[in-house]
Structures are given as C-alpha cells and as structure tokens.
T-cell receptor, first 117, second 113 residues
Framework: DAGVTQSPTHLIKTRGQQVTLRCSPK?????VSWYQQALGQGPQFIFQ???????QRGNFPDRFSGHQFPNYSSELNVNALLLGDSALYLC????????????????FGPGTRLTVT | KQEVTQIPAALSVPEGENLVLNCSFT??????LQWFRQDPGKGLTSLLL?????REQTSGRLNASLDKSSGRSTLYIAASQPGDSATYLC????????????FGSGTRLQVQP
C-alpha cells in the first residue's frame, strides 16, 4: 500500500501566478482533505472533498479551489498567489463509515512545499 | 470556535528521560483526539488516536490520555531517545459542524544523546 502521495514535492512560484497541487489517497479511502501549514504553526483546514464534491470548507478565500476525480484523487488550485501562500500543503485521506458520517483516522501525505517569491 | 493549545512550545531533554507533552482544547464536544509526529519539512505521522469515550491509548513507549470534561490530553513518552526528536502535534475532531481536524501549534522536542 503506497499510502497518501502528493506531487510535486517542492514548487517555486511568483506572486500572481496560479498553482495546482495533486494528491492520491490511500487505497480504500474516498475522502480527501487539504491543509495549509505555515512555518512554525499547526496545519489549518482548507477544504474536504467526498464523492467529487466540496463538503466542508475552512476560512480560506475563493482563490483556493479544488477538485476530486472519480478515482478519489484530488487537486488543490490556488490563483493569484500571494507571498503569504508560502507554506507546506498537506493532503489527508480517510473513509466515511456509518450513518453518523464518522471519519476513520486521517492519513497524511508528505506534503508539497510551496514558495512564492 | 475550537482552539487547541500545546504547552510547552519547545522542550529539550537528555536521553532516557520520561516526558509529558500537554494539549488543551476549549470545546469538549469532540469526536476524537489524535497525536501526530512531524519531522522537519515532512508530513504527519499518526501516533495515537483516542475516541471521546476512551481515557487512554498506548503504543510502545507512548501513552496518551484524554480528559474530555476538562479539555485536556497528555502524551507521555517513556525513556526518550534521540530518534524521538521531532515536533508533536495534537488535533481534535469536533462532534458537530465541520468535522475537520483542528490542530495545536505543536511541541518541538529535542532529545540530547
């Protein structure tokens, strides 16, 4: 089992550009969540995708958007990049179980380090 | 709004010491609490997950406790080793509303050989 994979590992972009980050969930998982982790801080929730729809969203502007594909993989897109978008972007996968929509344990990928200059 | 606080922010101990990392949260309506380890520039590795109905979980030299009513969790590391050096993060999943994890800022641990 490859676990959660993310690409690319590192990325350098210029202010105003657009970026796309990719995530493949752990085998058997159908839910993907994205988090942003600034240096020295804990991860902050961006949004979550399940059944190809955005189900939950944190306090991030519309510049942050995403997509989930039929194979459960996901993309995070950020438009009009700002210097403050420089961070480690983490993808986590999990699986919905039961009527209570309880999530199983989340498994995190290695992250994509985005630097905006 | 759920807030998670971790104390201390940084800790340096000699090898072999037993140590306790603290995590507190403001809203006790949680589904579970998870402790993670993060090596510099890397992703998160789950260490222990405690459901809200549980009091503690153990894995090897690690023991995590949960007191939901007081909004506290502790991670106990026995006989620390240099390989334990990392940042330790706790995260809670709310029982209502958004079910995304809310993280603390972490405790940066250094174990001196």
């Amino acid at each position: 089992d490859a676990g959660v994979t993310q690409s690319p590992t590192h990325l350098i972009k210029t202010r105003g550009q657009q970026v796309t980050l990719r995530c493949s969930p752990k085998s058997g998982h159908d839910t993907v969540s994205w988090y942003q982790q600034a240096l020295g801080q804990g991860p902050q929730f961006i949004f979550q995708y399940y059944e190809e729809e955005e189900r939950q969203r944190g306090n991030f502007p519309d510049r942050f958007s995403g997509h989930q594909f039929p194979n459960y993989s996901s993309e995070l897109n950020v438009n009009a990049l700002l210097l403050g978008d420089s961070a480690l972007y983490l993808c986590a996968s999990s699986r919905y179980v039961g009527l209570a929509e309880a999530l199983t344990e989340q498994y995190f990928g290695p992250g994509t380090r985005l630097t905006v200059t | 709004k759920q807030e998670v606080t971790q104390i201390p922010a940084a800790l340096s101990v000699p090898e072999g010491e037993n140590l306790v990392l603290n995590c507190s949260f403001t809203d006790s309506a949680i589904y579970n609490l998870q402790w993670f380890r993060q090596d510099p520039g890397k992703g998160l590795t789950s260490l222990l997950l405690i459901q809200s109905s549980q009091r503690e979980q153990t894995s090897g030299r690690l023991n995590a406790s949960l007191d939901k009513s007081s909004g506290r969790s502790t991670l106990y590391i026995a006989a620390s080793q240099p390989g334990d050096s990392a940042t330790y993060l706790c995260a809670v999943r709310p029982r209502t509303g958004r079910r995304a994890l809310t993280f603390g800022s972490g405790t940066r641990l250094q174990v001196q050989p």
